[in-house]
C-alpha cells in the first residue's frame, strides 16, 4: 500500500457553472462590512476569554469552540455549514502557523538533551497509544477495526497549545517542559500519515510497508527543515533588511516556504516547519521580539479561526448517542492507553516517575485531532461523520477535566517549585553604518543580575551600559550603579564583541557576580567568540538565543 504524502491534499476540482446557472452573487462592499463586524466581534470575545480562562484554569480552545456551535445552525446564529473539505484544508493550514510559532518558541537549550526521549515518544510512544485505544474502540464501544484505528491514530497526537495554556504560570523543570514542547511539534507528522493510510480506500495490509513510509516521509521532512531553517537563518543574518517590520514577515516566510517544500517532496511538512521554525528560533536574528511577538499573534489568530471553525461544523443535536462511546474511549486513551506509552517510552531513559506522570496526565488533545478527523470525511470512510462526532466528544471532556486539574497534579508532585533564575529578554537591533549592536536588556523578577553593580558586570572592551530604565525613569549609569529586578538596559556593543557580551550578560543573571568563577562566564554560549571557556565539570550558562526567553525584551 503506498499512503499520501502526510500534507498532500487534493480533492476534486468543481465543475465552472455555465453562463447565468449556479453562480452565486458577488462579495459586495455591504457583505463585507458585516463580515468585518462578525469577525471583529468574535475575535474580541475571543481575547476576554483567554483572561477569563487564565483564572479559571480552562483552556480557551473550549471557549472558542463554544463560540463556533452557538454561531452555527443549532445556535444563535443559525449558520449552517457542513463543508469538512474545507474545515480540512483551513485546519492544515493553521496547524502550519501553530506548529511554526511553537518551533520559534522553542528553546534548544531545553529540547536538545531531551532530543531522544522525546522522539521515541512521539513515534513508538504514538504507536503503543494507536493499538490500546483503537483495541478499547473495537472490543468496548463495537466499532470495526478500520474506525477503530482511525479513531486511536486521531487522538494519539498531543496538543502543546493546550497544555501550556494552563501550564504557563508553573515553573516546570526543564525536561518535562523540553519534553512535552518536542513531542507535540513531532507526534503530529506520524499520526497524520497513520490517519490518511487507515482512511485511504482499500485494505490496510504489509504494516511493515506503512512503517517504511513513515520513516521515509519523516526523513524527508526533517532534512528539508533543517536546510531551510539553515539556510534561512544564515541569510537573515547577513542581509540586512530596510525596516525591522520585514524580519518577522520574512521569519514566518521562511517557515512556511518549509512546511510547503517538505510536502511537494512527499516528505512531512508539519515535521519541516516544526525543526525549521526551531532552528530559526534559535539563531539570534535581529529583532527578535518583535518577530517573536507576531508569531504568537498569529498563532492566537490560526487557533481562535480553527476552533470557531470546527464549532460551526458539529451538529450537537446528534451528539447525543455518542456521548458514552467517546467517554469509553477517553478513559482507555487517559487512564491506560497514554501512561502505558509514556512508560513504555521514556523509562529506559531513566525519567523519574513523579515526571511520568505529570506526562502522562498533560497528554491534552486540541484541535489536532478534530481536524484529523475531517479527513476520514473527506475520503467517505463509512461511519466518518460518527467518528468525527467521537473525537469532538472526547477532546471537549477530556480537555476539561484534565485541563484545571494540572496545575494541582504538578504541585501533589512537587514539579511545581522555583526553578533556576529566569533568562533575560535581550533584543537586538544593528547598527549597521556603526558597525555595531544596540541590545535592548529586560531584568526579570528571578534575575541573579538584582544587586549587581555595572562594573562587575565586566563586560568585553567594546561594550558598555549606556542607559538604564528604572520604574518609568532614565539615566545614564555609574560604575557603582547597582542593578535591580526590572530594569531595562540599552547596552552597545561592537559587532566582533556583540556575542560574547550577550553571554557575559546572560551567564551573571544566572550566575551573579560570581559567576567567571562559578565557571558559567558564557564561552560555550558565544560560540567561541569569548576566550577562556568554562571550567571542566562547571555549569553552563543559560539560555543562547537572543530573545528566546518569554519574559520578553523591551520595544
Not at 493553521?94 to 518558541?105: C, D, M, R, S, T
Not at 494552563?166 to 516546570?172: A, D, G, N
Not at 568563577?517 to 571542566?536: C, F, H, R, V, Y
Request: with cysteine.
Amino acid at each position: 500500500m503506498r499512503c499520501a504524502a502526510a500534507s498532500d491534499l487534493v480533492f476534486a476540482r468543481p465543475r465552472a457553472p455555465r453562463s447565468g446557472q449556479g453562480r452565486e452573487p458577488p462579495l459586495t462592499v455591504h457583505h463585507l462590512n458585516q463580515l468585518l463586524l462578525v469577525c471583529s466581534l468574535v475575535l474580541l470575545v475571543a481575547v476576554a476569554a483567554v483572561r477569563i480562562s487564565s483564572r479559571s484554569g480552562l483552556p480557551s480552545l473550549l471557549v472558542y469552540l463554544g463560540i463556533g456551535i452557538v454561531m452555527g445552525q443549532d445556535g444563535l446564529g443559525h449558520i449552517h455549514f457542513d463543508s469538512a473539505a474545507v474545515t480540512q484544508v483551513m485546519g492544515y493550514a493553521a496547524l502550519v502557523v501553530i506548529l511554526a510559532e511553537g518551533g520559534l518558541g522553542t528553546k534548544w537549550k531545553e529540547v536538545r538533551p531531551v532530543l531522544s526521549s522525546a522522539a521515541v515518544l512521539a513515534t513508538a510512544g504514538v504507536a503503543v497509544s494507536v493499538g490500546v485505544t483503537a483495541a478499547g474502540a473495537h472490543y468496548l464501544v463495537g466499532l470495526d477495526w478500520r474506525q477503530s484505528l482511525i479513531i486511536g491514530a486521531v487522538v494519539s497526537s498531543t496538543d502543546a497549545a493546550a497544555v501550556f495554556s494552563v501550564l504557563r504560570r508553573i515553573p516546570l523543570p526543564a525536561r518535562v517542559t523540553g519534553t512535552l514542547e518536542a513531542e507535540s511539534g513531532f507526534n503530529d507528522a506520524p499520526v497524520v500519515i497513520l490517519v490518511v493510510a487507515f482512511s485511504t480506500a482499500g485494505p490496510v495490509e504489509h504494516w511493515y510497508m506503512l512503517i517504511g513510509e513513515i520513516a521515509l516521509e519523516l526523513a524527508i521532512g526533517a532534512a528539508v527543515g533543517l536546510a531551510v531553517g539553515l539556510v534561512g537563518s544564515w541569510g537573515l543574518k547577513h542581509v540586512a533588511l530596510p525596516a525591522s517590520g520585514l524580519y518577522p514577515i520574512a521569519v514566518l516566510a521562511i517557515a512556511i516556504s518549509a512546511y510547503a517544500a517538505g510536502a511537494l517532496g512527499h516528505g512531512s511538512g508539519f515535521l519541516a516547519v516544526y525543526l525549521a521554525s526551531m532552528v530559526l528560533g534559535n539563531a539570534k536574528l535581529p529583532h527578535w521580539p518583535a518577530t517573536r511577538g507576531f508569531a504568537e499573534g498569529l498563532g492566537w489568530i490560526a487557533q481562535i479561526g480553527m476552533f470557531v471553525l470546527l464549532g460551526l461544523l458539529v451538529t450537537p443535536h446528534e451528539l447525543g448517542d455518542d456521548i458514552v462511546p467517546a467517554l469509553v474511549i477517553g478513559l482507555i486513551l487517559t487512564m491506560v492507553a497514554r501512561p502505558l506509552s509514556v512508560v513504555l517510552s521514556l523509562t529506559p531513559f531513566r525519567v523519574p516517575w513523579q515526571e511520568q506522570t505529570l506526562m502522562s496526565w498533560a497528554g491534552l488533545r486540541g484541535a489536532v485531532p478534530i481536524i484529523l478527523a475531517t479527513i476520514p470525511m473527506v475520503n467517505g470512510v463509512d461511519g466518518s461523520r460518527r467518528i468525527f462526532n467521537l473525537v469532538f466528544v472526547l477532546v471537549v471532556v477530556y480537555t476539561l477535566v484534565q485541563g484545571p486539574t494540572l496545575p494541582w497534579l504538578a504541585r501533589k508532585l512537587r514539579l511545581g517549585e522555583k526553578g533556576e533564575a529566569a533568562d533575560l529578554g535581550i533584543e537586538s537591533a544593528p547598527l549597521e553604518r556603526l558597525r555595531g549592536h544596540l541590545l535592548s536588556v529586560s531584568i526579570p523578577e528571578e534575575s541573579r543580575m538584582h544587586g549587581v553593580e555595572i562594573a562587575e558586570l565586566r563586560l568585553p572592551s567594546g561594550s558598555a551600559v549606556t542607559l538604564v530604565v528604572r520604574e518609568g525613569k532614565s539615566f545614564v549609569p555609574l560604575p557603582s550603579t547597582v542593578l535591580r529586578r526590572g530594569d531595562e538596559l540599552l547596552v552597545v556593543a561592537t559587532d566582533p564583541v556583540r556575542d560574547s557580551a550577550e553571554a557575559r550578560l546572560r551567564a551573571v543573571a544566572h550566575g551573579g557576580k560570581l559567576a567567571s568563577w562559578l565557571g558559567t562566564d558564557g564561552a560555550e554560549d558565544s560560540g567561541g567568540a569569548q576566550a577562556g571557556g568554562p571550567k571542566p565539570g562547571s555549569a553552563r550558562s543559560g539560555g543562547s538565543r537572543s530573545g528566546g526567553s518569554r519574559s520578553g525584551g523591551s520595544r
